[in-house]
């Protein structure tokens, strides 16, 4: 009897261990949404203000549909092969830092507890500029410690935004270091993952960022993120203000 139970728990051990390796091994395909500002009055001649009522739908639908809302390490493990795919996974990016996130955004991930990540340019934190018809204002330190305690990751989109792929070795290691360091200090947690201003980067940006052991960094487009896609220009999915829940819906599930 004791042999046959053991027997019986050393299939089990076999086909768990196939499994994981099976379902690692799998191709992988996971949306990577990337916002800007969710606003309760948007511009609409602005494609990066999203409508507050459009973002609640369409995050609903992510948690009535059983999406997973990952981290970047889950994320970085699943494209690398390290960790299984759950069934439904997806990736959720916001640039900008704007107080929008925090007025309207966060209040909402916060209710469906799903994770995501906030790409902060760190000289811009705490300030504001625009017309007094569309200021632009970006979250306090206060207010970025307040989102980065509750599944909100920060991460690095340079020190200051621009076009700067072109600039010098030593430029760019200065403001993506920067930008490092600042958001440790702020959040006391790693800083890993990076977003390209504009979504433009150089052979030479690549090499800098790797040279700071940036883990993955994010271009804009491109579609489905897989385990074939380039670790160092992931490709994002921008959801724009012409998009309703039906390209919304068919934007997760074909990258286009």
């Known amino acids: 009897m004791k042999k046959i139970i053991i027997s019986i728990i050393g299939i089990v051990i076999i086909m768990s261990a196939f499994t994981f390796n099976a379902n690692a091994a799998t191709s992988v395909k996971i949306p990577v949404l990337m916002y800007h500002r969710i606003e309760t009055n948007p511009n609409v001649n602005d494609t990066w203000q999203i409508g507050l009522n459009e973002f609640k739908q369409e995050m609903k639908y992510l948690k009535d549909n ?99 792929a072109n600039l010098s ?47 993955m960094a994010f271009k804009v487009g491109g579609g489905m993120a897989t385990d074939s896609s380039d670790l160092m220009n992931m490709p994002r999915i921008a959801i724009v203000n012409t998009d309703n829940i039906t390209t919304f819906t068919k934007k997760i599930t074909t990258g286009n």
């Open 66 to 164: 059983g999406y997973t809302t990952l981290t970047n390490d889950q994320f970085y493990n699943i494209i690398t092969k390290k960790a299984s795919m759950p069934v439904k996974p997806i990736l959720l990016t916001f640039d900008g830092a704007t107080i929008d996130f925090y007025n309207n955004a966060y209040p909402i991930l916060k209710q469906y507890g799903f994770n995501a990540t906030e790409y902060v340019v760190t000289d811009q934190i705490g300030t504001s500029w625009g017309s007094s018809s569309d200021t632009i204002r970006i979250m306090n330190e206060n207010q970025l410690k307040t989102v980065a305690n509750n599944k909100i990751e920060l991460e690095n989109h340079s020190t200051t935004h621009g076009h700067i």
């Open 169 to 215: 070795t030593a430029e760019l290691t200065k403001r993506v270091s920067g930008a490092t360091t600042k958001l440790k200090t702020l959040t006391s947690k790693p800083v890993e993952y990076f977003a390209y201003p504009f979504g433009e980067s150089s052979n030479n940006f690549v090499n800098v960022l790797k040279s700071l052991n940036v883990k």
